[in-house]
């Protein structure tokens, strides 16, 4: 059984070594990196637009509604 695990381990070691070295692998990472990139870009729009204020200016409106 140990034997066999080993076996397995190797084989799956191996499997993701050829996909991250062939093409594939290339075209998965280079995906990671774009997507990566647009949530830089995203957090950055973010935390400059003032967005903050206008949640909290909501929330207080919807606060005094309630009351």
């Known amino acids: 059984m140990k034997r066999f695990l080993k ?6 070691a191996q499997k993701a070594y050829e996909t991250f070295r062939g093409e ?23 935390a400059n637009s003032g ?7 909501a929330g207080s409106k919807v606060n005094s509604a309630l009351q």
Do not use: D
Not at 7 to 12: H, S
């Open 51 to 57: 967005i903050q204020s206008g949640i909290s200016a």
């Open 24 to 46: 594939k692998g290339q075209t998965m990472i280079e995906y990671a990196l774009v997507a990566v990139l647009i949530v830089i870009v995203l957090v950055f729009i973010f």
């Open 7 to 12: 076996n397995k381990l190797r084989a799956g």
